[in-house]
């Protein structure tokens, strides 16, 4: 038990580290934030609420459509590096998944042939590594999209 909740933690934490990687990456946009700030206070002395919500709402777009044009510009790159910069992370999942299913079918062939109940042998494979590997990998995949979506709720 305790190495599935590793495993997803793990995953997670995988999820995770892109996020932090960005947060480095964003030093040319510290400007654009620190006009945002001050536009903001000078907003609010105002009293025009409205008017600084639109502003962060603007802002929220512009950040969207510049992440949606770097992954356009990514598909439009037709090289060979391009196309090695948008297929690494689904390649590398391809190939563990496959890899993963050929062990577990060779396995689960194996204890049949030793005459091992259907159920002890897929018991016996899907033990508690195994469980750790698969919540490290569906983690990875799916608590970066649970981190999105507990963001957009936080605005």
Known sequence: MMSGLLGSL???????????????????????EIEKMEKQAELMRAGYDQEMKMYQQRASDDEHGRLIEHDVAITKNRTFIGALQSSVRPVITYSFFILFAIVEISLLSQAIQMDLPLDQAIATLWDEDTKAIWGAVIAFWFGSRAIEKSRNRLK
Do not use: N, R, W
Request: hydrophobic letters at 40%; a positive charge; aromatic letters at 18%.
């Open 10 to 32: 793990i995953g997670f934490t995988g999820s995770v580290i892109p996020a932090i990687t960005d947060h480095f990456a964003k030093k040319q946009e510290y400007k654009f």
